[in-house]
């Protein structure tokens, strides 16, 4: 895999585990807030800032596997291969099969 490719799929997971740390701690603390009272418009934005930026420093200092990338790569890859050489055998024998079927008639007409 080359190095441009694996940094991509590690921006991409540190950007999709942002949003889901912001997410559920936005749900968390409005769902505190809504026991003790109804929250106003500021308290709600400033929950979504505040969120937000705590989230943005979690997941700057998470650490992501790259082998686990590398893996599944591989994995991908090679289901790939045996996709296209089993589709490969399915299409080789249809075709053998009608030239065979042509074969039969052309010869019982000649008799």
Known sequence: MKKNKLKSLVKSARKSATKDIRLSLI?????????FGGGSKKLKKNIEQGSKQLAKKIA????????AFIKSDKVAEATEVLESQSAAEVVI???????????????????
Request: net charge negative.
């Open 27 to 35: 749900a968390d603390l409005n769902e505190i807030t809504s026991t």
């Open 60 to 67: 700057k200092n998470i650490k992501i596997d790259k082998s």
């Open 93 to 111: 024998p249809k075709a053998k099969a009608k030239v065979a079927a042509e074969e039969v008639p052309a010869e019982t007409q000649e008799v």
